[in-house]
């Protein structure tokens, strides 16, 4: 068993510690007195915790920098890693336990579920500029963190191999989730056919710009920070604006198992693309802009496709904490998709009147 307070004090800290927050991925703690957030990386996941960290604080310096130009404070509005006492950014008691630190960005709270159109205004604000602010940041200095993170026909032929392997003997009781995930397959590949052939710009994207992702002001509201920079990689636009809204704009939680008070809240969409637009509108493309609707959908096809593959695996990627936890998440994701197919038309002229 690892000892936490060991831990600490490999970066010279002692504190008493607990759990913290709601990630999927890394295991994430706080410290009470000075506050710190300390986070074993989850090893699976991101194989080279080393190159990961080597991009974390290429771009976080890098933001530091910009947020200074801007009179910003470069210690609240992106992540500080603070190093070991032998200097490194992680410290690796063994393989599988790799852990890093962070400054603890006071006085903010994230949002899990329940949001406002304001909130999504802020948010969009917030991913929006993160965007603007990577615009000429050097994207040969990145590593890819996670292999075809966003190729979503990539994850489509994953999910047919675990329905295939079907290591969990989980496939028969799903064939209904199954035949949605197949018949709906046809647009997954439009992002990666339009950044193959160019109609796409392939940009520095953060790739997980789920809505506790980001940090707000506790007071005002105001989007602050952007975290869990493990995915800032090359990748489109696209990607972060749908995923945001992925959560963002559905009216229920990522894992709400009654169908019923799952619904896209347009309102929430409105909000989030002008706050987005706002911050991008030096950068943006017409092509881009005429697939940000389409992008909330792939990015929750996307999702849906990848908790429906890791039920059948057997539960190997995301944390779960009930039973058929996966699958009730797969679901979830899929009640939006079917919705999304209606309404992709009206949120489309939505965008338009907006630009
Ligand atoms: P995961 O990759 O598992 O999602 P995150 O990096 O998103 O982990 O962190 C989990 C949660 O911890 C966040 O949703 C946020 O509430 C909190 N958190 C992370 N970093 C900080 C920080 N520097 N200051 C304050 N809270 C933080
Ligand atoms: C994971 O790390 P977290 O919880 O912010 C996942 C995202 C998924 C999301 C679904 C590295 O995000 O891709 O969209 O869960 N992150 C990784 O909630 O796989
Ligand atoms: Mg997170």
Request: net charge negative; hydrophobic share 35%; glycine share 6%.
């Amino acid at each position: 068993m690892i000892q936490l307070n060991e831990i600490l004090q490999k970066f010279n800290v002692d504190s008493t510690i607990s759990e913290y927050g709601n990630g999927h991925i890394n295991d994430t703690y706080c410290t009470e007195k000075p506050r710190f957030i300390l986070q074993k990386i989850n090893v699976n996941v991101f194989k080279n915790p080393d190159e990961l960290m080597e991009n974390i604080v290429n771009v976080t310096d890098f933001l530091k920098k910009k947020i200074i130009q801007n009179y910003g404070n470069p210690e609240r509005e992106t992540l500080t890693v603070l190093k070991t006492l032998d200097g490194g950014y992680c410290y690796k008691a063994d393989k599988e336990n790799v852990f890093r630190l962070y400054k603890f960005i006071d006085d903010t709270i994230t949002i899990e579920n329940s949001k406002t159109a304001k909130d999504l205004y802020q948010a969009g604000k917030g991913f929006g500029k993160f965007q603007r602010m990577l615009d000429d940041f050097p994207v040969e200095k990145l590593h890819e963190t996670i292999k075809d993170f966003h190729d979503t026909p990539k994850r489509v032929e994953q999910l047919k191999k675990a329905i295939e392997e079907d290591r969990a003997g989980r496939a028969s009781l799903v064939s209904a989730e199954i035949d949605f995930a197949l018949k709906n397959a046809a647009f997954a590949d439009k992002v990666v056919k339009g950044i193959e052939s160019g109609t796409i710009p392939l940009r520095v994207t953060h790739n997980d710009t789920k809505i506790n992702n980001i940090l707000f002001d506790k007071f005002g509201g105001e989007a602050i920070c952007v975290i869990d920079l493990d995915t800032v990689m090359p990748g489109s636009m696209l990607y972060d604006f749908g995923d945001a809204l992925r959560m963002g704009g559905s009216t229920a939680a990522e894992d709400e198992t009654d169908l019923s008070k799952v619904h896209f809240d347009k309102e929430c969409f409105t909000a989030f693309a002008k706050g987005f637009l706002k911050e991008v509108k030096d950068i943006v493309t017409p092509a881009e802009k005429e697939l940000f609707a389409f992008s909330v959908k792939l990015m929750t096809y996307e999702c849906g496709i990848r908790f429906l593959a890791d039920y059948l695996n057997g539960d190997t990627y995301f944390k779960i904490h009930r039973e058929n936890h996966n699958l009730d998440r797969a679901r979830n994701q899929f009640a939006l998709v079917d919705e999304l197919n209606r309404i992709e038309p009206e949120l489309n002229g939505i965008i338009k009147e907006l630009s």
